[in-house]
């Protein structure tokens, strides 16, 4: 939280800018692409084609071991799922999660996909899910702290009454996949942690990616054998979106985003 994430140069801006608008094509596709009998290995090996089609990188592939283009996380896998054998039914509900980055610059996006038919109850999970994310970036602009983008998701998720994940955050990103500073989601409840956050100004120039976790039940996540998978304990269902965001003089703008 001591660390002042650098402001980006104009030339990083427009790189961003580029990469963001081929970061959202390519999840724009995938959200086509995905059908009831797919596995989520399939998913991610047509990221992989989307991928080189576009000629960038995914940042996700090999991160610390991650053996996946992607993360896709089913129904109460809330975040980090690992691709592989499990089956896509209909009325299931993934999260796609993709960084990717070319030239140096990375990007950060995630979005939801029904498969096939949902329940009005998962229905609305998502438009909580979106509704939590778009408040903290709508909470952005120059001199905002990082308090009033928790102060704003938290507001949300409440008027949801849903609750919100407090294990992962945002994060600043650019030259790399993360950078200083965490944009939590959630409003501490120890007084010194959210000083920090209060303090914490946003400057023109900066990027950072607002990616709120919506559970439907217990807040408590439990990392899964496979290292990543992170799972609500109650296996109840949980949606997440992610966005990329520019700190402008005028306010934000979202990178990852179809013109």
């Keep these: 939280m001591n660390m002042i994430q650098p402001r980006k140069t104009p030339e990083e801006i427009n790189n961003m800018r580029t990469l963001g608008k081929i970061h959202a094509q390519i999840l724009h596709m995938l959200q086509q692409d995905i059908v009831p009998g797919m596995t989520t290995q399939d998913v991610d090996d047509l990221c992989g084609q989307y991928l080189r089609k576009h000629k960038v990188l995914s940042s996700c592939l090999g991160y610390h071991g991650f053996t996946g283009n992607l993360c896709t996380s089913v129904n109460e896998v809330a975040c980090h799922g690992v691709p592989g054998p499990r089956i896509l039914n209909a009325g299931d509900i993934v999260n796609i999660d993709l960084a990717i980055n070319q030239n140096g610059i990375h990007t950060d996006a995630s979005l939801m996909v029904p498969v096939g038919s949902i329940t009005p109850a998962n229905t609305r999970l998502l438009r909580g899910a979106h509704a939590c994310m778009m408040a903290g970036i709508e909470a952005i602009g120059p001199y905002a702290s990082l308090l009033d983008i928790a102060l704003a998701i938290e507001h949300t998720a409440g008027a949801f009454n849903f609750i919100l994940d407090e294990m992962f955050c945002g994060h600043g990103i650019g030259s790399s996949m993360h950078q200083a500073p965490d944009v939590h989601n959630t409003v501490p409840t120890c007084p010194h942690v959210r000083k920090k956050l209060q303090d914490y100004k946003l400057l023109p120039g900066m990027t950072i990616t607002v990616e709120p976790i ?46």
């Design 214 to 259: 919506v559970m439907s039940g217990a807040k408590d996540l439990v990392i899964l054998e496979d290292g990543w998978s992170a799972a609500s304990v109650d296996e109840k269902w949980s949606a997440q979106y992610e966005h990329t965001i520019l700190v402008t003089p005028q306010g934000r703008e979202i990178l990852t985003i179809l013109s």
